[in-house]
């Protein structure tokens, strides 16, 4: 068989990759939303044309969006995942026993139907009795919460691009509202896009996480089947500092991980000379 699909990452370069069959596609309400087998990655799930995770490379992704956050705040006992409907973000989290809630809102519940049925090692966790999920925007949902005093101690925002209605979570309106669903210690991170194509959204986002929690940071990761394959996170924190010493590895002990451990924690906030000039002038000097 010769057939490919292929993302256009930027105007002028994609990615193409080998499809063995394509194993599902169907327009929900929100996207189109297809699963294909692919030769060199496994189970690829796409929304909108646009790659959203392989079974190949996920675990670079969603390990680094939750542990990094998960071992650094004191106690994460509830914890927002926004978006995330291919469950691996859920997954993580799930595997952290200090945690006692999980609430989830995602605007797509066929996303997560759709995971569910065709990537079973990423969509692994939904049937988690701490799970609370709530299929609604993240963006009102996060407003909502904050105006009933509604406190989180984790948010983690898995979103898609950000383009349409996930726009809104890059916003300095949607991180103050995240700042006020989070307690005293609150920690907030997201995926925040490629240093190398996204350079004008990732200077935003470090200044208005600044201005929004007071403190901000950007960590990297590797995604292969992402644009530059080099992929940025970024964490706004009310108190807790995930560079320094009070970090909680031993959570993280016995669990079954391939990319996050405590060196790559601290390896993640090395910066290249061309990504430290993202952060906020402040910043700069001191990471
Ligand atoms: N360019 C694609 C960025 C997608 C980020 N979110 C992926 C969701 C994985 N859980």
């Known amino acids: 068989m010769n057939a490919w ?35 060199e990655v496994g189970r690829l799930l796409v929304l909108d044309d646009v790659i959203m995770t392989s079974e190949r490379d996920e675990f670079g992704y969603h390990e680094m969006i939750s542990h990094v956050a998960l ?47 065709f990537l079973p090692s990423i969509a692994a966790a939904f049937d ?28 983690l925002c898995d979103s898609t691009d950000p383009v349409g209605p996930a726009a809104g979570l890059f916003s300095a309106d949607f991180f103050r509202n995240a700042a006020a669903a989070l307690g005293e210690e609150g920690l907030y991170a997201a995926q925040t896009e490629s240093p190398y194509f996204n350079r004008e959204l990732l200077s935003g986002v470090q200044r208005d996480l600044r201005e929004a929690f007071g403190r901000s940071y950007l960590y990297l990761s590797a995604v292969p089947t992402y644009p530059g394959g080099l992929w940025s996170f970024s964490m706004g924190s009310k108190g807790p500092d995930p560079t320094g010493a009070e970090l909680h590895f031993e959570r993280v002990e016995g669990m079954p991980l391939r990319f996050y451990s405590p060196e790559v924690h601290r390896a993640a906030f090395a910066l290249p000379p061309f990504v430290r000039e993202l952060l906020p002038g402040e910043a700069r000097g001191a990471r």
């Open 71 to 117: 071992c650094t705040h004191p106690a994460p006992r509830r914890v927002l995942i926004i978006g995330g409907g291919d469950g691996g973000t859920l997954r993580e989290v799930a595997r952290h026993r200090e945690v006692e809630e999980i609430h989830m809102v995602e605007i797509d519940e066929r996303v997560i139907e759709v995971s569910r049925r």
């Open 128 to 155: 988690d009795p701490r799970l609370r999920l709530h299929i609604d925007d993240g963006i009102e949902y996060v407003r909502a919460a904050a105006e009933k005093g509604d406190r989180y101690d984790v948010i």
């Open 5 to 39: 699909f292929t993302e256009e990452q930027t105007r002028d370069m994609r990615l193409s990759l080998r499809v063995r069959s394509l194993l599902h596609r169907e327009r929900s309400g929100y996207q189109e939303i297809a699963v294909y087998e692919t030769a």
